[in-house]
């Protein structure tokens, strides 16, 4: 199983960036996928999940400007990025769930199955 995850770059406050998450091995429409992010010197933190029957759900530092997505042909997950802000500023990473719903989306993702190497987001001026 192989999670790639792709996207990131440098965006000026209030930009928009739409990161990729493109699974092989594993068909992402039977399991939870969650986005995550790391920031320097603080912990992962969940910012998003997508259940099999494609219901998003976020955290709420992101709530109202991050949208969750997936193509099922194409079996990737995508996160909608709007109005970025320098505090978004992080490595992001997908992540499967062994589960097809999604729970305790804002904790660390301890416990998920399989990530990906992440993608930078830098938000800055």
């Known amino acids: 199983v192989q999670l790639q995850a792709s996207g990131g770059g440098l965006v000026q406050p209030g930009g928009s960036l739409r990161l990729s998450c493109a699974a092989s091995?594993?068909?992402?429409?039977?399991?939870?996928t969650g986005w995550f992010r790391q920031a320097p010197g603080k912990e992962r933190e969940g910012v998003s999940c997508?259940?099999?029957?494609?219901?998003?759900y976020y955290s709420e530092s992101v709530q109202g400007r991050f949208t969750i997505s997936r193509d099922n042909d194409k079996n990737t997950v995508y996160l909608q990025m709007n109005d970025l802000k320098p505090e978004d500023t992080a490595v992001y990473f997908c992540?499967?769930?062994?589960?097809?719903?999604?729970?305790?989306?804002?904790?660390?993702?301890?416990?998920?199955?399989?990530w990906g190497k992440g993608t930078l987001v830098t938000v800055s001026s």
């Open positions: 992540a499967t769930d062994i589960l097809p719903f999604c729970s305790d989306v804002s904790g660390n993702g301890d416990g998920r199955n399989h």
């Open positions: 091995g594993l068909t992402l429409r039977y399991y939870a």
């Open positions: 997508i259940s099999s029957d494609g219901n998003g």
